[in-house]
């Protein structure tokens, strides 16, 4: 039967990011947040969060195709920031709604040696039969 | 109740650059549009915007759109075009229509230059067909697939009219007669690193000929550790034909990624009405 439905599974990415890395070109250490499967995956937010003290400097999230090429889409900057018991560390949320093809994946890089949590709230769909 | 339909993208694309100063149809028309004939089981087509794109400087005039039913051709609207100095960082005359006109099958969509001045004349549409009204019927859905478009260019090309280098953006896919296209909201273009004042520039593509339909301004931009280099967002909402190709080239040999986050469809097969 076609159904018009399509079923959703949640598919949230995690990773943490602390190794330097100013190429802007995909090359260096990156980190996987996510990899797209079944029918494709719906990106809804991405959360960037340190883990401690920041200096100047800045994130980086890339798109990665099923060939392993990384394809810079986006960059945060990073505040100084002084984390202390009453000070929180930075964070940011990232609103746009991307569309992953299934096998690529969204990567995350950082300029400096500081510790982030990159977090990926995103949803996998499959169709239903026709 | 009457069950759903399929749909089909029929993008419409045509340069004009014959003047023609009449308003009753009379003299030179490019056809946009053929709205798929009734034959091909088509109830019509949906046009849900037209990108008039200049590729060159323009003087003040008019573009014309008319609808030809086969026998008159009624004038539909007229787009005033200012005068614009293009250049290598000043972008030619755009102007996007976003009423959505509906086409019997066979109608046909023409367009018209006041001056003898090149306009890309582009129709984002799609062309549905009914499945049977049966109370029971479960067909007549869709099934939707992403398609991340990728691409880095960084190879000069200043030209407007598609020649030179041309990269593909995302290609819609064709999985058989029940492929509907790609739907393409939007695309993103990010420098890979600083970037001089310029422009990249994004084509749709038949396989043989390209259409420019917009010009993105890229600002001087200095990449440091803290500065991010330069991010647009462009939205097109367009759907793309089975076998259309999206292409971009940049004015400067500066990089960018272009990043297409797209969907296939694919329609459900249902008997037609």
Redesign the interface.
Known sequence: MCSKNAQYSANTGNVTISVANPNLNGTGTLGTVIVASQDGTLIKNISIKAIGNTTLGMVRLFVADNLGNAFLLQEVMIPANLQTGVVKTFSTTINNAFILKSGYQLKASTQNAESFNVTVIATNWVNCPC | MCT?SQFFSDTGMVNIATANPNLNGSGVLGTVLVALPGNTSSKGTIVSSITIKATGSTTEGMVRLFIDDGTTKYLYKEIYVPAVTQTSVQPAFLAVLNDELILDPGTMLKASTQKSESFNVVANASAWKDCVCDDVS????I??????G???ISTPNSNLNGTGPLSNIIIASNSGPLSGGTQVPYV?V?A??SSSLGMVRIFISDGTNNFLIREIQIPQAS?T?????F?G?IPLEIFLKPNHILKASTQNAD?F?L?A???DWLN???PLS
């Open positions: 759903n479960p067909f007549g859905e099934q939707y697939f992403a398609n991340t990728l691409v880095h993103t990010k890979t690193a990449q550790a803290v500065e991010p280099t991010r967002i990089g990624n990043i986050a797209a969907s459900c097969d249902c």
